[in-house]
């Protein structure tokens, strides 16, 4: 039963690290010792369970972004056919240009980065 309870406030702290709470402001609010507190926050699961937590946080809000890029990207280019301000044609095509390149850029690091986990994973299955 103590254990359950030691769980129980181990993965409240872990949802309070992912939102950027400190152990210390954790502790003090769930009458917890800081010591423990920190403790608790240095242990490998409590860890890998605040980085769960954020990865999927960050996935739900690139989702919620990714439906939308569409309806950006006809924005700016509306702004850059259509703006009667040089100033804000420039800007909107200086956007499309920069995330051009941006997106171009994070496509051949994607596809490296595949490649590599592609040779880990045969070099993996070799050694098995």
Do not use: C
């Amino acid at each position: 039963m103590a254990g359950e309870h030691r769980q129980s406030r181990k993965t409240r702290l872990a949802l309070a690290l992912a939102e950027g709470v400190s152990p210390r402001k954790w502790a003090s609010k769930n009458k917890v010792s800081k010591s423990t507190a920190y403790r608790w926050a240095k242990e490998p699961k409590v860890k890998a369970r605040a980085n769960l937590i954020r990865r999927r946080a960050v996935d739900r809000a690139v989702g919620r972004l990714a439906k939308r890029v569409t309806w950006a990207a006809e924005g700016i280019v509306k702004l850059a056919d259509n703006a009667t301000s040089e100033s804000v044609r420039l800007s909107a095509l200086r956007a499309i240009y920069s995330e051009m390149m941006t997106g171009s850029k994070f496509g051949g690091l994607e596809d490296r980065m595949t490649q590599i986990e592609e040779r880990l994973d045969a070099g993996t299955a070799n050694a098995s």
